[in-house]
């Protein structure tokens, strides 16, 4: 039987995820001359890892994987967040006065 709290708390850590990232590259690239290139441009690199990460996460709760497998993944989304909203908060007032 599928799990859903495994599966459901993986999507919301990858969406605060994205959310965070998304919204301090966007708010970075809204101030230059070709913003629309800019965004794509700066976001891709920065959300692979949290894109992977999730896909081998919500992989292994779609197939009842063991904990022990996606702890490393988890790790890694968790501390993803983790960081990116402290940077975001962190630098917000500076990029907006930009």
Do not use: C
């Not at 495994?6 to 970075?28: D, E, N, R």
């Not at 990460?53 to 967040?81: C, H, M, R």
Request: glycine share 6%; charged share 10%.
């Amino acid at each position: 039987a599928l799990s859903w709290f495994p599966l459901i708390a993986y999507i919301v850590l990858g969406t605060i995820g994205f959310s965070a990232v998304g919204t301090l590259l966007a708010s970075v690239a809204v101030n230059t001359k070709m913003n629309e290139v800019m965004l794509p441009i700066l976001l891709f690199p920065v959300l692979t890892p949290l894109l992977i990460a999730a896909v081998k996460l919500t992989g292994g709760a779609l197939q009842n994987a063991p904990f022990s497998e996606n702890s490393t993944w988890l790790g890694i989304l968790v501390a993803y967040d983790i960081i990116f909203l402290v940077v975001a908060f962190w630098v917000f007032e500076y990029v907006v006065e930009e």
